[in-house]
């Protein structure tokens, strides 16, 4: 498996590639991955002239530890297909398909995604996908998705204002809105083995309502959050960092295991409470998101 593919995800910076005052800076924010947007936040009769920007940008810019993702046009306009070539040739790390309903979507973008690095010499499935939900069609349909490419496929993430359009609702500061498309969403991603990402919270002035959310999001079982703005990065790394006293459990758990396992022992205790090997994976999981957030500072 390709390593990249599991790589750590907490913020996925939304950036216009239509302004280069915001691309070129934009490594400075430390966000975990940078999504460069060709789609909505770009003017139709402006599509060129960023494509222009991001390859320029891409080819010149070192963006650090920053993930560069593109998200590109929707399957059903007439710019999806350059945009790949671009993405490719200026040697982005992924791409993002928008409006993705179905299976056939991945693999139509990973066979032209394949055709470009081809033609522009990279190492064939050195670029990654992800697939952006946005439709109940798409949610329901999110398993074959997640599934579509597994050499390739990064995970899938929620766009609540589509998803909410679709739904004939709004938004709820408690999240019931989304709580059956973010269910079926983390469902689907674990059982495919990928990542999944929530939506973007669009109120900048509501700093308490953005960590609120974000905390429900790390409660669920999300890898990480879309977001709008570098204000935002700190309490999303801060929410999705385990804290001390999740590291020392989780700690504790894996090496009561190992040491429990080499002598046939399947369920033990921990601090008093009856632990089996259900507890593991979580516990090991904690230690691998702090050792990749930089926080870790055991021998595990």
């Not at 934009?26 to 940078?34: C, G, M, P, R």
């Not at 920053?66 to 999806?80: A, C, F, Y």
């Not at 909410?164 to 083995?193: D, F, S, V, W």
């Amino acid at each position: 498996m390709n390593p990249k593919l599991k790589r750590l995800r907490r913020t996925m910076m939304f950036l216009s590639a239509q302004k280069p005052g915001l691309i070129k800076d934009a490594y400075i924010y430390k966000a975990d991955s940078l999504m460069f947007d060709l789609e909505d936040a770009v003017a139709e009769n402006q599509k060129d002239a960023a494509r222009f920007s991001l390859f320029h940008a891409l080819r010149t810019i070192d963006y650090g530890t920053s993930e560069k993702i593109v998200r590109i046009n929707g399957l059903d306009t007439p710019h999806w297909q350059e945009d790949i070539r671009v993405c490719v040739a200026a040697r982005c790390d992924g791409i993002r398909i928008a409006k993705c309903e179905r299976a056939q979507d991945v693999e139509i973008v990973v066979e032209h995604i394949a055709l470009a690095e081809k033609e522009f010499g990279r190492t064939p499935g050195e670029t990654l996908v992800m697939a952006a939900l946005e439709s109940p069609l798409g949610v329901l349909n999110a398993y074959e998705i997640c599934k579509a490419c597994p050499e390739r496929m990064i995970g899938v993430a929620i766009s609540g204002g589509d998803f909410r359009k679709c739904m004939q609702t709004q938004y709820n500061p408690g999240g019931i809105e989304m709580l059956a498309g973010r269910g079926q969403m983390l469902l689907a991603a674990r059982a495919a083995g990928v990542q999944c990402f929530d939506t973007v919270f669009t109120n900048l002035n509501d700093m308490d309502g953005f960590r609120a959310e974000v905390e429900q999001n790390k409660q669920m079982g999300f890898d990480g959050k879309s977001i709008i703005s570098p204000k935002q990065i700190a309490i999303v790394h801060e929410v999705f960092t385990p804290t001390q006293k999740e590291i020392t459990a989780a700690e504790k758990i894996v090496r009561a295991y190992r040491e429990m396992s080499q002598g046939g022992v399947g369920v033990f205790t921990v601090d008093g409470k009856m632990i089996d090997i259900a507890f593991v994976p979580g516990a090991e999981r904690t230690i691998a998101l702090a050792k990749a957030s930089g926080v870790y500072e055991g021998d595990l």
